[in-house]
């Protein structure tokens, strides 16, 4: 597709369940970043992906989050337990190798957890 | 001591006005730097690059000052449009590669 493709838009759970919000980056764009935004707040890092290389996990904020990229593409963020405190947008960008290039982001998904 | 700082505002400017965004960063090899655009409750999008020479783009011109390691944002003749948060934008390729760092974003609010 032409954009960075996230799904699904919106997402209610309930607290203690688990949740996949799923990342389709450009086509051609060999990294891949998730962030999240909690309301009024700037953009966490939480994870990124280069190509084959092992992904930069620095920002995750607990081991009930996780993530992979399948074939270098598609990438799944995956949150067990969910807690209230999760509830944020989680916003997935990816970006050309090398530098000078930005980044584009995917419309997120709202992420609220009751 | 965070990669990218922004004042975070508000900036409140009527219509018409010229404003202007600083942005300051801690690593000297950065390489590359942006300004985005956030709209409430959307996604950021891409602004406009910055130049080592400056560039402009209609009303906006971005600056790169890497001796003192800042970058700017102006604004002329404010349009109630232009009413968003900015954030500036650092990009480094380093041993774990390509790495972005966000400011906090910088809110403004255009006033008729």
């Known amino acids: 597709g032409a954009g960075v493709s996230q799904s699904p838009s919106n997402k209610v759970t309930e607290k203690g369940k688990d949740v996949e919000l799923r990342c389709d980056p450009i086509?051609?764009?060999?990294?891949l970043y998730w962030y999240r935004q909690s309301l009024g707040q700037g953009l966490e890092f939480l994870i990124y992906?280069?190509?084959?290389?092992?992904?930069?996990k620095s920002g995750l904020p607990s081991d009930r989050f996780s993530a992979e990229r399948t074939g270098g593409s598609v990438s799944t963020l995956t949150i067990q337990r969910t807690q209230q405190e999760d509830s944020a947008v989680y916003l997935c960008?990816?970006?050309?190798?090398?530098?000078?290039?930005?980044?584009?982001f995917g419309s997120g998904t709202r992420l609220t957890v009751v | 001591r965070k990669e990218v700082e922004q004042d975070p505002g508000p900036f409140n400017v009527p219509e018409g006005a010229t404003v202007a965004f600083n942005c300051t960063y801690s690593?000297?090899?950065?390489?590359?730097f942006f300004w985005y655009r956030q709209d409430c409750r959307k996604e950021p999008k891409l602004l406009m690059s910055?130049?080592?020479s400056g560039n402009e783009d209609g009303r906006f011109t971005a600056q790169l000052n890497r001796a003192s390691q800042y970058i700017s944002l102006l604004i002329r003749d404010s349009k109630l449009s232009d009413s968003a948060t900015y954030l500036c934008?650092?990009?480094?390729?380093?041993?774990?590669?390509?790495?972005?760092?966000f400011g906090t974003g910088t809110s403004l609010t255009v006033i008729p």
């Open positions: 960008a990816s970006s050309s190798p090398g530098i000078g290039y930005g980044y584009t």
């Open positions: 086509s051609g764009h060999t990294a």
């Open positions: 992906f280069q190509g084959n290389s092992a992904p930069d």
């Open positions: 690593n000297s090899a950065s390489q590359s």
């Open positions: 910055v130049y080592s």
């Open positions: 934008v650092v990009n480094k390729i380093s041993n774990t590669g390509n790495q972005f760092y």
